[in-house]
């Protein structure tokens, strides 16, 4: 079984989950509890800071992909952060960098909400 650790802060108007690990189907559920939790208390501005994440699954790149519509429906956005090219691949090869915001950085993903 592999380790997700997740980490979240809020940082000026956003919440930032902060991964670390390997992001599989084996733990996927801790991911998408805690963007759940996040939704539920109506927190809207989402940045997710992948700077230690190790390997990301298509499992928790779902949970981004069920997110991101009822996210924007409530006037917020999940901002994505700090993808190493390993992961940056697997969104670029499924056409995903138009559909999110992905920035080098945790204050470039900050100041997106401000853009």
């Known amino acids: 079984m592999t380790k997700l650790e997740i980490t979240s802060e809020s940082l000026k108007d956003a919440w930032v989950l902060h991964l670390k690990g390997a992001l599989d189907a084996y733990n996927h559920v801790v991911f998408r509890e805690a963007v759940d939790s996040h939704v539920k208390k109506g927190r ?7 700077s230690d994440l ?4 298509s499992s928790g790149l779902e949970v981004i992909l069920a997110h991101i519509q009822p996210v924007r429906n409530a006037g917020g956005d999940i901002v994505l952060c700090g993808m190493s090219p390993k992961i940056y691949k697997v969104f670029d090869l499924l056409g995903l960098p138009s559909f999110f ?10 100041a997106a909400f401000h853009g």
């Open 44 to 50: 809207h501005k989402l940045v997710v800071d992948f």
């Open 54 to 57: 190790t390997y990301l699954g």
């Open 101 to 110: 915001t992905i920035v080098p950085t945790l204050d470039e993903a900050l």
